[in-house]
């Protein structure tokens, strides 16, 4: 199986990707991955544009991932948790209905949770995972620590961002795709039929999508989720313009910003900013002019959208993908869709 998946990754190569191993474990590195480049024009442009904003993936250098684990681990962080138990009970049955398939995941991460579908595979016979994350870092970490825990388990990792590792996968079918954690709230309407456009096109008729969603509720709940008392995601936001100044040289003055999240019950979503008590001049290219970012002034840093499962639905069988089953919880705080590539 190792060999069949790795040639099937190596086949759809355009370019001359950097090959990792470790014990037990294959990364295949995207050329671009760590350049810098698309960091500093991104935030250049973004920065430039009114409303100003941040794009969220970069809050996951190796210090913002540490971050963001913590607040995983937060109680009133509900998220992580309901679905972590939403897979546990519903595992066996997912590797009943989805039976022997290649597991794929998107933004994989630490790869926590994805141990409980990865234990039912292998309790089933044979299981081969390919993670993808932008993270050559935590894909290292992760992928070493599955292959430890699981000596039978092929890994086989992709290191870079999602549409270039969807276009990997086309040749490997059986397929089930993992998109958990609700990351697809992070998307806005355009990103979200890009990337759904994306998954349409990477996926045979048959495939698997497993997509978690995180539900409407009260704001209550939402609102302490996304400002823990413990503090961790101000850490985690402000991270981002600290890990500006290591890799950038912004020089921005992070006792001057403070973080403020809040649900937008109108728009359906958790808006994340960083507030700016002062002026700041924010000077991306050492010869190039400083944005100047006023003093009350807020940038957009991330959203979390929460969804109907119906309208969800609706929309995905706009990208040819029907529903199969629906796992929730007891409060139906959280919702993971099993769908199919229709043919």
């Known amino acids: 199986m190792k060999n069949a998946i790795e040639e099937k990754i190596l086949a759809c190569r355009e370019e001359e990707w950097a090959i990792v191993t470790g014990d037990g474990f294959r990364l295949h590195v995207d050329p671009n991955e760590g350049n810098g480049i698309s960091f500093a024009e991104s935030v250049a442009v973004t920065l430039g544009e009114k409303p100003r904003w941040l794009h969220c993936r970069w809050l996951y250098d190796e210090i913002g991932s540490d971050f963001y684990q913590r607040i995983t681990e937060q109680p009133e962080y509900y998220l992580t948790r309901v679905e972590d138990r939403i897979l546990a009970d519903n595992a066996a049955e997912l590797r009943r209905v989805v039976g022997d398939a290649t597991i794929v995941e998107l933004g994989s991460g630490s790869s926590t949770k994805t141990r409980r579908i990865l234990e039912a595979w292998l309790d089933a016979g044979d299981a081969c995972y390919v993670p993808i994350d932008i993270s050559l870092s935590a894909l290292e970490q992760a992928c070493g620590d599955l292959a430890a825990a699981y000596p039978d388990l092929v890994v086989e990792g992709l290191a870079a961002e999602y549409d270039r590792g969807l276009r990997l996968i086309g040749g490997i079918s059986p397929l089930l795709l993992l998109f958990l954690g609700s990351t697809i709230g992070n998307f806005n309407d355009d990103e979200m039929d890009e990337f759904l456009r994306a998954v349409q096109d990477a996926l045979n008729p048959g495939d698997r999508f497993l997509l978690g969603l995180d539900l409407i509720k009260e704001a209550e709940v939402l609102n302490a989720a996304y400002n823990d008392a413990a503090?961790?995601?101000?850490?985690?936001?402000?991270?981002?313009?600290?890990?500006?100044?290591?890799?950038?040289?912004?020089?921005?003055?992070?006792?001057?910003?403070?973080?403020?999240?809040?649900?937008?019950?109108?728009?359906?979503?958790?808006?994340?900013?960083?507030?700016?008590?002062?002026?700041?001049?924010?000077r991306v290219a050492k010869d190039g002019p400083p944005l100047v970012i006023r003093a009350g002034e807020?940038?957009?840093?991330?959203?979390?959208r929460k969804f109907r499962v119906d309208a969800m639905v609706a929309k995905l069988a706009d990208f040819g993908f029907a529903l199969e089953r629906v796992f929730t919880d007891p409060d139906e705080f959280f919702a993971v869709l099993l769908l199919t590539r229709e043919r």
């Open 231 to 282: 503090g961790w995601t101000e850490r985690f936001m402000i991270n981002l313009l600290a890990r500006m100044n290591r890799e950038l040289g912004t020089c921005i003055p992070l006792d001057s910003v403070t973080y403020d999240g809040y649900y937008n019950e109108e728009r359906e979503r958790v808006e994340m900013y960083l507030r700016f008590a002062a002026d700041v001049d924010v």
């Open 298 to 304: 807020s940038v957009m840093v991330e959203i979390s």
